[in-house]
T-cell receptor
């Protein structure tokens, strides 16, 4: 199974961009990178996913390196409501049927 | 996660009782997943079901736990003879289909089970 490594915690000032890194050096060619977040014990919220190309949606941008061994989730203008645990997940089954959540990065957005 | 409904949101049981957790997937979704989150830990996959079929139950404890997703009605996660170690948040997720195409799962708000 492809594993991910994330820093345990990060701080970001409100209004600034939050850049959350993730290493997945053992990722295989058909595995997607997913990002979810969990705000204070709520259900995880889907953010974005990608395979090879960079992706952007209304919530965030996902930058995947050319060798696909790492990626960065970018929240362009962090707000206090973005304070959460962010999970980087590589779909190890190839079918998105069993998401494996690690310990994630606890992002604290401050005034 | 709008659309995935779980009930009850909070459930208190005494040791030895049964707990029944319900999950109604988003409209149009036919795949359901159950996860468990122990205090201060990440989510752990339990089981993946389609209508009337268990596809992957590799994360389910061998005893006391069962899950179903009948043709009609919600998916049910059943825990028999609960013990204090079963206290956790149980999350349900759904997706419209599963393929190697990056389909996503959408999560419900969870059921917090407390075993006294």
């Amino acid at each position: 199974d492809a594993k991910t490594t994330q820093p345990p915690s990060m701080d970001c000032a409100e209004g600034r961009a939050a850049n959350l890194p993730c290493n997945h050096s053992t990722i295989s060619g058909n595995e997607y990178v997913y990002w979810y977040r969990q705000i204070h014990s709520q259900g995880p919220q889907y953010i974005i996913h990608g395979l090879k190309n960079n992706e952007t949606n209304e919530m965030a941008s996902l930058i995947i390196t050319e060798d696909r061994k790492s990626s960065t989730l970018i929240l362009p203008h962090a707000t206090l409501r973005d304070t959460a645990v962010y999970y980087c997940i590589v779909d190890s089954t190839g079918t998105a049927s069993k998401l494996t959540f690690g310990t994630g990065t606890r992002l604290q957005v401050t005034l | 996660n709008a659309g995935v409904m779980q009930n009850p949101r909070h459930l208190v049981r005494r040791r030895g009782q049964e707990a029944r957790l319900r999950c109604s997937p988003m409209k149009g979704h036919s795949h359901v997943y159950w996860y468990r989150q122990l205090p201060e830990e990440g989510l752990k996959f339990m089981v993946y079901l389609q209508k009337e079929n268990i596809i992957d139950e590799s994360g389910m404890p061998k005893e006391r736990f069962s899950a179903e997703f009948p043709k009609e009605g919600p998916s049910i996660l059943r825990i028999q003879q609960v013990v204090r170690g079963d206290s956790a948040a149980y999350f349900c997720a759904s997706s419209p289909e599963v393929a190697g195409l990056g389909e996503t799962q959408y999560f419900g708000p969870g059921t917090r089970l407390l075993v006294l």
